[in-house]
């Protein structure tokens, strides 16, 4: 896999900088905001993963996957889930990741709302990072990491201090192992 990437997307702000993003990761990367036509202009075996902004609307979507999965088969794909360039950095790189194979650690993820608990278990000695993330009407990132470091197998709990959900902005908890897995929670 040669790690090539097309950014497909509404807002070309955003589409510029996680372009910035992912290229200083080392990849190589197109981005189109011209949802519409990309059908027409864009061909799927020139990449090895396309990333579709959440402002494409489901029917698009579908579409789109569709006519870029007939051109290549070995295409992958990641639908952005919020404007937050690190966590959408990390859902392609996990994506190539996955792609090549890489073990998968990561066995439960949860967050119990009610008592403020984020439960994960892992069936390796791995790196585990639990990040809170939070999107404000501005569109400013806050990124809150719980835990990172190295852990053994087993099931670990954390809690997260209610006056750090707020409710005005959009919450995301993420919990990374191994920089190859990712599983996403929106609170």
């Not at 007939?70 to 392609?92: A, H, M, R």
């Not at 439960?108 to 993330?133: M, N, R, T």
Request: aromatic letters at 6%; glycine letters at 6%.
């Amino acid at each position: 896999m040669r790690n090539r990437i097309l950014l497909i997307g509404r807002n070309p702000i955003i589409l510029s900088d996680l372009a910035e993003a992912l290229t200083q990761e080392g990849l190589w990367v197109q981005t189109t905001s011209l949802v519409d036509e990309a059908i027409e202009t864009i061909n799927g075996q020139d990449f090895d993963l396309i990333a579709l902004g959440r402002g494409i609307d489901e029917l698009t979507n579908q579409r789109l996957k569709s006519h870029f999965l007939s051109q290549n088969k070995e295409l992958l794909f990641v639908d952005g889930l919020v404007p937050i360039i690190p966590l959408l950095v990390k859902q392609i790189t996990v994506a190539l990741a996955t792609a090549r194979g890489l073990n998968e650690n990561l066995t439960c993820f949860g967050y119990d709302s009610c008592e403020g608990i984020v439960l994960v278990a892992v069936d390796a000695v791995c790196q585990l990072a639990v990040d809170l993330y939070q999107l404000d009407a501005s569109y400013s990132t806050h990124q809150y990491t719980l835990i990172s470091e190295r852990v053994n197998p087993g099931e670990y709990t954390f809690s997260v201090p209610p006056q750090q959900i707020d409710c005005t902005r959009i919450n995301l908890l993420a919990a990374e192992v191994n920089q190859n897995e990712l599983a996403i929670i929106e609170l």
